[in-house]
């Protein structure tokens, strides 16, 4: 009689913790969301993410664990500084070829102080585990990024680095 109801029991205390630690995670999943959302605003001078934003539209569920994991649980983490983050980052998505993203985290490296010379040393690097190939395409979207940003703080009068001067 006793083994009768043991089965019946712990199926319904294992429905019980399924459900209690869904309802703990919806509870905390606008919280994790606004930490996701904090670090984008640190990062990215308190300018919305225009990547996050279209995927918002077109993939909601996609941003939204993009914001409220891979920004609210990893990237919000203790034991990393946001520069060390940035760095690393760059270093990961160069070496993988994927330039698009390497650029919106050298975007937020350079935001927070990290220099471009820095930024070069992350390509020398990478020549060694990805091979010249990559570092050769990362080459040309940081030096992308490094015109656009020269050209973004030229006044309308001058530019001192010889570019033309935004109007």
Excluded at 25 to 54: F, M, W, Y
Aim: aromatic fraction near 8%.
């Amino acid at each position: 009689m006793a083994r009768f109801f043991r089965y019946p029991v712990a199926a319904i205390g294992t429905i019980a913790v399924i459900v209690l630690a869904h309802t703990a995670l919806a509870d905390t999943v606008e919280e994790r969301r606004a930490k996701g959302a904090a670090v984008v605003s640190k990062l990215n001078n308190g300018v919305p993410q225009n990547n996050l934003e279209t995927m918002r539209d077109e993939f909601p569920f996609l941003a939204e664990a993009t914001e409220a994991y891979a920004l609210g649980d990893v990237w919000s983490r203790p034991g990393l500084d946001d520069r060390t983050r940035q760095l690393a980052a760059v270093a990961t998505f160069a070496a993988m070829g994927m330039t698009d993203l390497m650029t919106v985290h050298a975007r937020y490296a350079l935001n927070i102080g990290v220099t471009e010379d820095e930024l070069k040393e992350i390509v020398y690097m990478i020549t060694v585990p990805a091979g010249f190939p990559r570092a050769i395409v990362a080459s040309q979207a940081l030096s992308r990024l490094f015109a656009e940003r020269a050209q973004a703080s030229c006044s309308v009068a001058s530019c001192d680095n010889g570019a033309a001067p935004t109007p």
